[in-house]
């Protein structure tokens, strides 16, 4: 073996450990920040969406007040209406200060669920609830400032009908609009009345 080839392959194997280590690192950042609960974390921010009556409704609208912010859509046949049901039991058990929180569900489903279905439906979780639906291009920008991942999922067995594949995360947002914390699904109402009480 002549000394450029053992160079290039030293080369690459070299170039290789430094690609892989600066994935690891990248990737490793992203889950920290993902979970990071202090300082400014890069969850939220502005939306522009459409809400009961067909008015515009953007984040601005709720300032002063907690969003308690989930993503998803109302043909979903257990996540969403489980995890509404759990926000709907969590902000009773806050009493009072359940005044302080708007609970609101941004459809994943904005060619299904326009802005009449999804605040229909949300008043099934009680009437303060806020159900938002926009186009579909305003919704990815929300969905993507909440980092929420979300996919259209149909096959043959399914016909006309499709699902939507969606992280299921809580957002709890401050009265200025920035990310307090989340909470994730399958946490226990009582739980996240406790979670939620902690930063009113
Ligand atoms: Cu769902």
Not at 19 to 41: E, H, I, Y
Not at 136 to 150: D, T
Not at 165 to 177: E, F, K, N, T, W
Request: charged letters at 20%; aromatic letters at 10%.
């Amino acid at each position: 073996m002549g000394r450029p080839l053992l160079f290039v392959i030293f080369a690459g194997f070299l170039l290789g450990t430094i690609g892989g280590a600066a994935l690891l690192l990248l990737n490793t950042d992203m889950q920290t920040s993902r979970v990071t609960t202090t300082g400014k974390a890069l969850i939220g921010g502005p939306f522009s969406l459409v809400g009961k009556g067909g008015k515009e409704v953007t984040d601005q609208d709720f300032r002063g007040r907690h969003m308690l912010v989930f993503f998803g859509f109302t043909h979903c046949p257990d996540i969403c209406p489980a995890e509404l049901q759990v926000m709907a039991s969590a902000l009773e058990g806050l009493g009072p200060d359940a005044e302080k929180v708007v609970p609101i569900l941004i459809t994943l489903d904005p060619e299904r669920d326009t802005p009449e279905v999804v605040t229909a439906y949300v008043v099934n979780f009680g009437p303060n609830f806020v159900g938002l639906s926009g186009s579909p291009e305003s919704i990815a920008s929300a969905a993507k400032a909440y980092r929420v991942s979300y996919q259209k999922f149909q096959d043959e067995t399914m016909g006309d009908n499709y699902t939507i594949d969606h992280s299921a995360l809580a957002y709890l947002m401050g009265p200025d609009g920035e990310y307090i914390t989340h909470i994730p699904y399958g946490t226990p109402a009582p739980k996240m009345t406790e979670t939620l009480g902690r930063y009113l």
